[in-house]
T-cell receptor, first 114, second 112 residues
């Protein structure tokens, strides 16, 4: 079945540590996104990518980095510069680039700080 | 700027009750409007959408009508089930980008 796979489901970060969240899709979608979900605040866009080797900052990119070396993969690194990383992180993709209105989401990664 | 506001949750209903979750928006131009649903421990799924004024989106017994005059896109269902318990997100597209702006989400709890 086609879909988006995020791993791990739960992740713990120590102070000063960088951690990487994985996102893989086999939908052959061009565009991929990372959202952060905090209780009572909905989803906020961190980074997005319209095509391989290209990505743009979203609304809350500070303290995060991404890469898009392959069409099917869009990993997110939460750096030590992100002072409040505890959140639920959702990866999504869409066909037809960022002008496509239907997003397909992964099942998320819960990141917590030790 | 563009934004979406949803009613505060949680909304707690008994099975077979009527559901309304209010959503209002602020946007320039003519955005498309969406409802996404998030079941416990999962990502979001598109529930329904409407792309122009007076359009009605519908799916799985849920409906929402794009009301430009009141800038609203309220979600309704005539008879909820326990399996409808989830978090519901209203969203719109940003003009010229297609990227979504989400409301804060409304938790629905349906009791048997």
């Amino acid at each position: 079945d086609g879909g988006i796979t995020q791993s791990p489901k739960y992740l713990f970060r120590k102070e000063g540590q960088n951690v990487t969240l994985s996102c893989e899709q086999n939908l052959n979608h061009d565009a991929m996104y990372w959202y952060r979900q905090d209780p009572g605040q909905g989803l906020r866009l961190i980074y997005y990518s319209q095509i391989v080797n290209d990505f743009q900052k979203g609304d809350i990119a500070e303290g995060y980095s991404v890469s898009r070396e392959k069409k099917e993969s869009f990993p997110l690194t939460v750096t030590s510069a992100q002072k409040n990383p505890t959140a639920f992180y959702l990866c999504a993709s869409s066909e037809g680039g960022t002008y496509s209105e239907k997003l397909f989401f992964g099942s998320g990664t819960q990141l917590s700080v030790l | 700027g563009n934004s979406v506001t949803q009613m505060e949750g949680p909304v707690t209903l008994s099975e077979e009750a009527f559901l309304t979750i209010n959503c209002t928006y602020t946007a320039t131009g003519y955005p498309s409007l969406f409802w996404y649903v998030q079941y416990p421990g999962e990502g979001l799924q598109l529930l329904l959408k409407a792309t122009k004024a007076d359009d009605k989106g519908s799916n799985k017994g849920f409906e929402a009508t794009y009301r430009k005059e009141t800038t609203s896109f309220h979600l309704e269902k005539g008879s909820v089930q326990v399996s409808d318990s989830a978090v519901y997100f209203c969203a719109l597209t940003r003009r010229n980008t297609g990227k979504l702006i989400f409301g804060q989400g409304t938790t629905l709890q349906v009791k048997p």
